[in-house]
């Protein structure tokens, strides 16, 4: 029973192409977020939503756009795709309402720009 | 800017030793901080969260504190077992965002 998934698990894809990751919660969360780590393990985030609306977009190349089509979504489409764009991208949720806000990640996607 | 740190980058030890990884953060207005589990080809896992009112939490084999005028935290894991092997992420919340360090890679040798 998975709390927060991603599709698809890993992606080898060439440079130039056009990607998707998807990203769902079954939590009832209101916040949810993509992350990047990169290969010295650091995870900076890229995008946060919260009910739909965009809250955090840090600098990130325009060619990641993020798509939220309802509050148990949210999908990250990345156009013309670079090798730097190698990486895991991690999806999380967060219920900011509770006492305690936990941030409950996704099992992570791999992506391989060749 | 907020900059979070942890020291060391990989530990070894032998099963049933006590263990302490550290994590550093040069802002000390956060919200809470977390630390996290990081298993090889999963996400991560929460294992303890501290607000920024609190000292230490408790759970299980683990113990977190957090000093947030001196911008340190310490996880304390007990009588270390294999399973324990993992790499262990701190994160600080400022509010919405986190800042995770680049983690401390531990090996638990039997």
């Known amino acids: 029973d998975t709390a927060v998934s991603q599709t698809p698990k890993y992606l080898v894809t060439q440079m130039g192409n056009d990607k998707s990751i998807k990203c769902e919660q079954n939590?009832?969360?209101?916040?949810m977020y993509w992350y990047k780590q990169d290969s010295k393990k650091f995870l900076k985030i890229m995008f946060s939503?919260?009910?739909?609306?965009?809250?955090i977009n840090e600098t990130v190349p325009n060619r990641f756009s993020p798509k939220s089509p309802d509050k148990a979504h949210l999908n990250l489409h990345i156009n013309s795709l670079e090798l730097g764009d190698s990486a895991v991208y991690f999806c999380a949720s967060s219920h900011p309402g509770l006492a305690v806000e936990t941030q409950y990640f996704g099992p992570g996607t791999r992506l391989l720009v060749l | 800017k907020q900059e979070v740190t942890q020291i060391p980058a990989a530990l070894s030890v032998p099963e049933g030793e006590n263990l302490v990884l550290n994590c550093s953060f040069t802002d000390s207005a956060i919200y809470n901080l977390q630390w996290f589990r990081q298993d090889p080809g999963k996400g991560l896992t929460s294992l303890l969260l501290?607000?920024?009112?609190?000292r230490e939490q408790t759970s299980g084999r683990l113990n977190a504190s957090l000093d947030k005028s001196s911008g340190r935290s310490t996880l304390y894991i007990a009588a270390s077992q294999p399973g324990d092997s993992a790499t262990y992420l701190c994160a600080v919340s400022p509010n919405n965002d986190m800042r995770f360090g680049a983690g401390t890679r531990l090996t638990v040798k039997p």
């Open positions: 939590l009832g969360h209101d916040t």
């Open positions: 939503y919260n009910n739909k609306e965009l809250i």
């Open positions: 501290i607000q920024s009112s609190q």
